[in-house]
C-alpha cells in the first residue's frame, strides 16, 4: 500500500510495461480477443499498457488493497481482486491465455511458477520480468519446468534499465521473460 500512487513517477525500467505489452501483443498478432491475468498489477500500468493495444480481458490481481483501487479506477480491467500472489490463485485451472508479472517477482518465490502454470492454457504465454538482483534463483525454476517439459523459452530480453529514477540505475538491471506453455 505504501507504494500505492508512486509507481507512475517511478517509471519502472523506463517503459517496462509498455515493452512488455508490445512484446506480447507481438507474440499474439492480431489475436487479441485473450483472457489475460495480470498478476502484482500494482495501480494498473501493464493493464492500460495492454488495453490501449486492444486487449479487453483482462484481470488484475494484488496484494495492496490500494493499488487495487486505483488500477481498477482506470476501467481498463474487467475485474480486479486483492490476492497474496504466494498462495493459491483464485481462478479455474487452464483459464488464462496469457499471464503477467511485471515488477513483482523480487516480492515472491521461483514456486509460483507451478500456480502460474496450473492457470495458463497449455500453449499460453508466461510473460514476466526478474531483477538481476533475484535472476539466478528464478532462472534455476524455469530451466527445471522446461526440462521437465512444462514450458518453452520462447524470449528472454537483453539487460534493460530497471530503476532510471534511482541514484545509480546502472547497478540494477531486468530482464523480461517469455514462456509458452507446452
Known sequence: DDMAGQLQKIRFGGDLFQIVADK????????????????????????????????????????????????????????????????????????????????????LNPAVLGEWLRVVKDGGLVVFTHKTAVLGEWEEEQDRLEVEGRWKCKYKSDPLFYLPALVNPGLERVYVFVYQKL
Open 24 to 107: 506480447i501483443r507481438e507474440f499474439c498478432k492480431d489475436n487479441i480477443d485473450k483472457k489475460i491475468i495480470d498478476l502484482g498489477c500494482g495501480d494498473g500500468l501493464v493493464g492500460e499498457a495492454l488495453y490501449s493495444r486492444g486487449f479487453s480481458d483482462i484481470t488484475g490481481m494484488d496484494i495492496s488493497e490500494k493499488m487495487i483501487a486505483i488500477a481498477a479506477a482506470k476501467n481498463v480491467y474487467k475485474s480486479v481482486q486483492q490476492v497474496d500472489l504466494l498462495k493459491a490463485l483464485p481462478a479455474e485451472s487452464i483459464s488464462f491465455c496469457i499471464l503477467s508479472c511485471v515488477g513483482t517477482s523480487t516480492y
